[in-house]
C-alpha cells in the first residue's frame, strides 16, 4: 500500500500520531497539499452532488462555479487560514513555528473533509456537511497543538481565528449569483437568492 494511503488510513482509524509523522517528513510536502486540494474538492463535490440530487437548478453551472472555481478559492483561504493561526501563535503564544510542519500536518488533517462525498444523502446532507468541516476543524487543531508542542487556549485560539478567517471569506464569496462557496456553503447561496427575491417583491 503506498504511503499516503496507509497515513490516510491511520487517520481514518484515529490514529493521531500520523501528523508527527507527517509533519517530520520534508518529502512530505507535496503529498499533504495535495490531500488538502483533493479533500477540499471532495467538499466541493458533495455539495454539488446534493445540489444535484435536490433539482435544484443548472448542474455545470453550479460544478464549476462552487466544485471548481470555489474549490480553488477554498485552497487559498485555508492557506489563509494557516498564516492566520501562525500569527497568533507567534504574537499570542510567543511559539516559534515551522511553517512546512504546520503545511504537512494541517494538509493531511483536511481528510475528514471526504465525508462530504456523503452529501449525496439529502435528507441528512447539511448535517453530513457540517460533520466533515467539524472534523476538520478538530484535526487541525491537533495538528497545530503537534506543531507547536503546546495545548491550551492559545492553539485554540489560533486554531478558531485562522477557521473564522477561512469561514467568512467562503462566506463573502458566496452570493446568489455566484455560488462559490463549497459544500453547505450552497445553501446560504440559495438563502441569499430567496433573501434578494423577497427584498425585491416587497420594493
Known amino acids: ?11 481514518a482509524l484515529f490514529d493521531m500520531d500520523v501528523l508527527d ?10 503529498s499533504a497539499l495535495g490531500v488538502a486540494v483533493a479533500s477540499i474538492a471532495f467538499l466541493g463535490l458533495g455539495g454539488w452532488l446534493w445540489w444535484v440530487q435536490s ?6 453551472f453550479v460544478f464549476v462555479k462552487s466544485v471548481l472555481i470555489g474549490g480553488a478559492f477554498s485552497v487559498a483561504a485555508w492557506l489563509v487560514w494557516l498564516l492566520v493561526a501562525t500569527l497568533v501563535l507567534q504574537r499570542i503564544g510567543h511559539m516559534a513555528v515551522d511553517v512546512g510542519q ?10 475528514p473533509l471526504t465525508l462530504a462525498l456523503f452529501m449525496v444523502i439529502r435528507p441528512v446532507a447539511f ?7 467539524a472534523g476538520w476543524v478538530a484535526c487541525t487543531q491537533i495538528a497545530i497543538q503537534r506543531v ?19 469561514a467568512l471569506l467562503m462566506s463573502l464569496l458566496t452570493t446568489a449569483r455566484n455560488p462559490f462557496g463549497p459544500g453547505p456553503f450552497l445553501a446560504d447561496a440559495i438563502w441569499k437568492a430567496v433573501v434578494g427575491h423577497a427584498v425585491f417583491f416587497a420594493g
Do not use: H, K, Q, Y
Not at 509523522?21 to 507535496?30: E, K, S, Y
Not at 433539482?55 to 455545470?60: E, F, I, V
Open 1 to 11: 500500500m503506498p504511503l499516503i494511503l496507509m497515513r490516510l488510513r491511520r487517520i
Open 21 to 30: 509523522d507527517v509533519r517530520l517528513d520534508p518529502r512530505a510536502t507535496m
Open 55 to 60: 433539482g435544484l437548478g443548472d448542474r455545470t
Open 102 to 111: 504546520l503545511v504537512r500536518a494541517a494538509g493531511f488533517a483536511c481528510a
Open 127 to 133: 448535517g453530513v456537511g457540517m460533520v466533515a468541516i
Open 148 to 166: 507547536s508542542g503546546r495545548a491550551g487556549r492559545e492553539t485554540l485560539a489560533a486554531n478558531v481565528a485562522g477557521f473564522a478567517a477561512w
